[in-house]
T-cell receptor
Framework: DTGVSQDPRHKITKRGQNVTFRCDPISEHNRLYWYRQTLGQGPEFLTYFQNEAQLEKSRLLSDRFSAERPKGSFSTLEIQRTEQGDSAMYLC????????????FGQGTRLTVV | AQKVTQAQTEISVVEKEDVTLDCVYETRDTTYYLFWYKQPPSGELVFLIR??????QNEISGRYSWNFQKSTSSFNFTITASQVVDSAVYFC???????????????FGTGTRLQVTL
């Protein structure tokens, strides 16, 4: 499978727990994006990396959220002290840096905070 | 700030009908990119098309066609002879061109749910 891979696909956690999601982009893609999607809404941008550098973070990303891409390959998104409002689908996408490129998305991690 | 508006929340058509999904965008950038993505029930966003702001040519790909009009800030998507497999949520998205003119983060609309029935 050469697409974007996300793990786990589903996560149920208790409020206050920490969770970590992983994204493996398409291998030659140097850009990696994280989005969050709630029911009935379009995806909302959270953050993105070019290689290992985190170039932009959304104001939506509170200090409980942290993302890394240590070697410019896979990325992790951690949410500390989860809240019920964090329940959403977390989508990862990757692309090549360039003019005519498009982002390819993974199947997402659905987080439910109970 | 960028904004994408998809005013149609849900559309239902009978198979073989043509259907047009509307998309209106707002941006202050002179160079930008527009996209359409399809999200079937499985949840994965599937890329359909990208358009650059300096290329207003309409495009046709099989049963799909796109009408880009800068004068009205619209990028509408038409499916001809719809099929049940077209049932999905369709998102229009906008990306600013940062620094060197490359596409970057996407601003999505709220999506249009298309239901095609027999």
């Amino acid at each position: 499978d050469t697409g974007v891979s996300q793990d786990p696909r589903h996560k149920i956690t208790k409020r206050g727990q920490n969770v970590t999601f992983r994204c493996d982009p398409i291998s030659e893609h140097n850009r990696l994006y994280w989005y969050r999607q709630t029911l009935g809404q379009g995806p909302e941008f959270l953050t993105y990396f070019q290689n290992e550098a985190q170039l932009e973070k959304s104001r939506l990303l509170s200090d409980r959220f942290s993302a890394e891409r240590p070697k410019g390959s896979f990325s992790t998104l951690e949410i500390q002290r989860t809240e019920q409002g964090d329940s959403a689908m977390y989508l990862c996408a990757s692309s090549l840096r360039g003019e005519n490129t498009e982002a390819f998305f993974g199947q997402g991690t659905r987080l439910t905070v109970v | 700030a960028q904004k994408v508006t998809q005013a149609q929340t849900e559309i239902s058509v009978v198979e073989k009908e043509d259907v047009t999904l509307d998309c209106v965008y707002e941006t202050r950038d002179t160079t930008y990119y527009l996209f359409w993505y399809k999200q079937p029930p499985s949840g994965e966003l599937v890329f359909l098309i990208r358009r650059n702001s300096f290329d207003e040519q309409n495009e046709i790909s099989g049963r799909y066609s796109w009408n880009f009009q800068k004068s009205t800030s619209s990028f509408n998507f038409t499916i001809t002879a719809s099929q049940v497999v077209d049932s999905a949520v369709y998102f229009c998205a906008l990306s600013e061109a940062v620094n060197t003119g490359t596409a970057s983060k996407l601003t999505f609309g709220t999506g249009t749910r298309l239901q095609v029935t027999l």
